[in-house]
Nanobody, 126 residues
């Protein structure tokens, strides 16, 4: 079992930056890949970024490529999402997920993630 707790969300003006953190506990953090997703009101949960257990492989949605960076610190059991050049359309609740069946591969479908955090709200004003 895995517990995930996100933090770092908030209100920021367009063009600004935020760094989200997701602290994991339970199963050994270095045994699974992790990812970030987001969900805006009235929309489905969508993929943002994913990272393998070692950090050697990453994958991004086209909408955030070049602006967001996913990273992880296995010593701290934490995965990060650095978000730069934020846009109003980035406004959503951001969730981190644990893909327990995958270690090396980076996955982009919500059903491939076994556990989720409670989410953190990111609001970008224009």
């Amino acid at each position: 079992q895995v517990q995930l707790v996100e933090s770092g969300g908030g209100l920021v003006q367009a063009g600004g930056s935020l760094r989200l953190s997701c602290a994991a506990s339970g199963r050994s953090f270095s045994t699974y890949a992790t990812g970030w997703f987001r969900q805006a009101p009235g929309k489905e949960r969508e993929f943002v970024a994913a990272i393998s257990w070692s950090g050697s492989s990453t994958y991004y949605a086209d909408s955030v490529k070049g602006r967001f960076t996913i990273s992880r610190d296995n010593a701290k059991n934490t995965v990060y999402l650095q978000m730069n050049s934020l846009k109003p359309e980035d406004t959503a609740v951001y969730y981190c997920g644990a893909a327990l069946n995958y270690r090396w591969a980076v996955r982009s479908a919500p059903y491939e993630y076994s556990y989720w955090g409670q989410g953190t709200q990111v609001t970008v004003s224009s």
